[in-house]
């Protein structure tokens, strides 16, 4: 890819010394922009829009914390990935950066040698993911694909399943009362709610055949190809288990807690059968589940 004509960084630091070392190790490769303040720093992400931000912490006035809040809560910048690069080395401010939206985390003194590789990594990311959105098939907020990707997925899974004579499961998810957390706490911690069960989601969903989407607002699906029924209610059971247990905390340190409710539909599919069907039923038990008390999987009876 031809970075240096299409990615640009953004470096924020109040040392002139870090900038002038940092602009002439990136701006061989990378249009270089950079910001002395956290105030100029938020000015130039709305103006430029760049595709990649370096972040100092320590920085006179509002520090690069109060920055990355900033950045998040912006609908124009909080898909900007960030870069801390800090003397701050305690795990306790690391853990905090990757809290508040950081994509990576370089302490100072830095080698020229791992500030290229970040970059380079993230750079690469960004430009995947401008492919991927220019397709229309991933939820940015998530990251994981969105229904559109859903619906592709599922046509091809189907019909593999038909033709193999193997089960086929699919569990729709919705987190309980989250109109009333994005109410107590905001939307952009609801936002970072979200992304926490889609982790959780994403990696109790592991093979190749296997999609986890973002159906719309709060609602999520797991689709389970050559998954029996009994297979994938154990592995609705453990993302339930996960998330119940799930403490995200918001930026002033208080824990927060959701629950999730769950419906299943399991199916050996046959020639007349459809998958409009199949989703429907999952819908129909996820508002069982929803009705009887929340915080469950309902699965009904399998479909044979």
Not at 165 to 176: E, G
Request: charged share 25%; proline share 5%.
């Amino acid at each position: 890819m031809e970075a240096k004509a299409k990615y640009s960084v953004l470096i924020v630091d109040d040392e002139r010394s870090n900038l002038v070392v940092l602009n002439k190790l990136l701006s061989d490769e990378y249009t270089v922009l950079t910001a002395k303040s956290g105030e100029e720093a938020l000015r130039r992400a709305e103006e430029d829009m760049p595709d990649l931000i370096l972040l100092d912490i320590i920085m006179p006035g509002m520090n690069g914390f109060d920055v990355l809040t900033s950045l998040k809560e912006s609908p124009y910048t909080k898909n900007i990935p960030v870069i801390i690069i800090t003397g701050l080395n305690s795990e306790d401010d690391e853990e905090r950066g990757f809290f508040l939206g950081a994509v990576d985390y370089i302490t100072k003194p830095f080698k020229n040698a791992i500030v290229l590789a970040r970059v380079k990594t993230h750079i690469k990311i960004v430009h995947q993911m401008h492919t991927i959105e220019m397709l229309g098939l991933m939820d940015p907020l998530t990251g994981v694909p969105n229904r559109r990707s859903f619906d592709n997925h599922i046509d091809i899974e189907w019909r593999k399943s038909i033709r193999a004579q193997s089960p086929i499961s699919f569990l729709m998810m919705d987190l309980d009362k989250f109109k009333t957390y994005n109410d107590t706490y905001g939307h952009p911690q609801g936002d970072a709610l979200l992304r926490a069960v889609a982790n959780i989601f994403s990696s109790s969903a592991r093979r190749p055949a296997d999609l986890v989407a973002r159906l719309g607002g709060e609602e999520f699906g797991v689709l389970l190809p050559n998954t029996s029924l009994e297979s994938s209610l154990a592995i609705a059971e453990n993302i339930r288990s996960q998330v119940e247990s799930l403490r995200v905390p918001t930026v002033d340190g208080e824990l927060t807690n959701t629950t999730i409710s769950i419906g299943l539909a399991s199916i050996i599919p046959q020639e007349e059968s459809s998958f409009k069907e199949f989703i429907s039923t999952a819908d129909e038990n996820l508002y069982k589940a929803k009705s009887t008390g929340r915080n469950r999987i309902y699965s009904g009876e399998p479909l044979i």
